[in-house]
């Protein structure tokens, strides 16, 4: 992932974050995860795609009892390999 300054508001500096596609002939799975504390849930993604940025396969997936962000982010990166295994990879 590349930061690149992208604009200031109000005097306050912000950063992008671009999705930097892989080398030719490999893809890459990115992930993530959104923490509600309050439920203890976890919602999940992840997404393969090819060093064109076309989108190879992609999952979603709700998880419960889970105990703070950090376990959350730990699940969506396990999902990317389930996914990866999935597909023969």
């Known amino acids: 992932m590349t930061v ?3 604009s200031r508001i109000e005097g306050i500096g912000v950063n ?7 080398s030719n002939g ?3 799975i990115n992930t993530d995860a ?3 504390a309050s439920r203890n849930c976890a919602s ?3 997404v393969m795609r090819d060093s064109n ?3 190879v396969c992609s999952a979603v997936d ?3 009892f889970v105990k703070d962000s950090l376990y959350a982010e730990m699940f969506a990166i ?12």
């Open 4 to 6: 690149v300054f992208s």
């Open 16 to 22: 992008a974050i671009t999705w930097e596609p892989p």
């Open 26 to 28: 490999t893809l890459k």
């Open 34 to 36: 959104a923490y509600e």
């Open 44 to 46: 999940l993604a992840a």
């Open 53 to 55: 940025g076309r989108v």
């Open 62 to 64: 709700c998880k419960s």
């Open 78 to 89: 396990r999902s990317g390999v389930r996914l990866a295994r999935n597909e023969g990879i």
